[in-house]
């Protein structure tokens, strides 16, 4: 094969991976006006909000964690409401200032009227994966 042919190919298959992860049954939200974050709060939900943008390494880093983690264990998908909120849209919105997020590429978990973790520009897979069984602890003891 050549090495042109092998680049293109892997190209298209790191592409189609995200949509064929999430075909699989993981969901998450998008932001927008009527605040899904409220919303699965008010229905007494755990709650995995991602400030993230396109263009940022660091928030991409973190998505591949955070989907290979979700791919292995259904526990998270079945239990905690994700959430991603566009950075670049909602950076100076009330869901983004209210928490006292400075930047994309900060993980929060939330339940009731608490926030019980944050990463702030963190990508190792262990300091991740607490945060997300902090969010699944919460979600199954209620």
């Given at each position: 094969?050549?090495?042109?042919?092998?680049?293109?190919?892997?190209?298209?298959?790191s592409v189609a991976l995200?949509?064929?992860?999430?075909?699989?049954?993981?969901?998450?939200?998008?932001?927008d006006d009527s605040d899904p974050i409220a919303t699965?709060?008010?229905?007494?939900?755990?709650?995995?909000?991602?400030?993230?943008?396109?263009?940022?390494?660091t928030c991409a880093a973190q998505n591949r964690v955070i989907n290979a983690l979700r791919s292995a264990d259904p526990a998270y998908d079945a239990n905690i409401v994700f959430v991603?909120?566009?950075?670049?849209?909602?950076?100076?919105?009330?869901?983004?200032?209210?928490?006292?997020?400075s930047r994309r590429s900060t993980l929060?978990?939330?339940?009731g009227e608490q926030e019980l973790g944050r990463i702030v520009a963190g990508t190792s897979k262990a300091d991740i994966k607490a945060l997300m069984d902090t969010a699944l602890s919460a979600a199954t003891a209620s």
């Open positions: 094969m050549k090495r042109r042919d092998f680049l293109i190919s892997t190209l298209a298959a995200p949509g064929a992860a999430l075909a699989g049954g993981m969901k998450t939200v998008a932001f699965a709060l008010s229905q007494g939900k755990t709650v995995f909000v991602d400030y993230t943008t396109d263009w940022c390494s991603r909120v566009d950075y670049d849209q909602f950076g100076n919105a009330p869901v983004t200032t209210g928490r006292n997020i929060i978990v939330l339940k």
